[in-house]
């Protein structure tokens, strides 16, 4: 079984600081980890993933990513936070050897992330 | 590319009676999905389908019923809307060739706000 941890319902940050989203994940092999944003009232947008390869990923609107294999986490990071970046994050995981052929991920239960100006 | 599609955007119902929501895909997308998204629950997969003319139950099936006739369409009906499945409820698509690489990152539509009084 794939599972996916936020443990964060809420995080606050000012305009301007570093921010980090947490995410940690289950899975029996190797994992496809992803973020999507939701802004209010939208649908959720692809952000960034990591497939293989740099444990570093950097994806849309200046976001990056790490992946740590022996702490089972994806944490979404940005140097700078925005008032704009205020929105719901997602953390989705999918076994790279799911069998089936059903590649459906699993979302944790999101992130509301409020910067402060 | 519009993306992805819904239709209609708002409905309100009344218990009991049906209703058929409509997503479509111009990505030429394999995989396509229904959730439903609740105050608190995160997104709840509904069903899926991995082809044209295949669907499968996801996690909350009960109550819903799909189909997929062409690759780029899928169906989510109510045959007797109870108040339980007022939601918004988001389609997505996925798993594609890109530069001879798969890819599965899911698209998303702009949802559906349904009330069941």
């Known amino acids: 079984a794939q599972s996916v941890a936020q443990p964060e319902d809420q995080v606050n940050v000012a305009e301007g600081n570093p921010l980090t989203v947490k995410c940690t994940y289950s899975?029996?092999?190797?994992?496809?980890l992803f973020w999507y944003v939701q802004y209010p009232n939208r649908g959720l947008q692809f952000l960034l993933k990591?497939?293989?390869?740099?444990?570093l990923v950097k994806g849309s609107y200046g976001f990056e990513a790490e992946f740590n294999k022996s702490q089972t986490s994806f944490h979404l990071k940005k140097p700078s936070a925005l008032v704009s970046d205020s929105a719901l994050y997602f953390c989705?995981?999918?076994?790279?050897?799911?069998?089936?052929?059903?590649?459906?991920?699993?979302f944790g239960r999101g992130t509301s992330l409020i910067v402060h100006p | 590319n519009a993306g992805v599609t819904q239709t209609p955007k708002f409905r309100v119902l009344k218990t009991g009676q049906s209703m058929t929501l409509l997503c479509a895909q111009d990505?030429?997308?394999?995989?396509m999905y229904w959730y439903r998204q609740d105050p608190g629950m995160g997104l709840r997969l509904i069903h899926y389908?991995?082809?044209?003319?295949?669907?499968a139950k996801g996690e909350v099936p009960d109550g819903y019923n799909v189909s997929r006739l062409k690759k780029q369409n899928f169906l989510l009906g109510l045959e007797s809307a109870a108040p339980s499945q007022t939601s918004v409820y988001f389609c997505?698509?996925?798993?594609?060739?890109?530069?001879?690489?798969?890819?599965?990152?899911?698209?998303f539509g702009p949802g559906t706000r349904l009330t069941v009084t």
């Open positions: 997505a698509s996925s798993y594609y060739i890109i530069q001879g690489r798969f890819s599965y990152e899911q698209y």
């Open positions: 990505m030429n997308h394999e995989y």
């Open positions: 990591y497939i293989t390869g740099d444990n």
């Open positions: 989705a995981v999918r076994d790279v050897n799911r069998s089936g052929g059903s590649y459906i991920p699993t």
């Open positions: 389908s991995v082809g044209e003319g295949t669907t």
């Open positions: 899975v029996s092999g190797n994992p496809y």
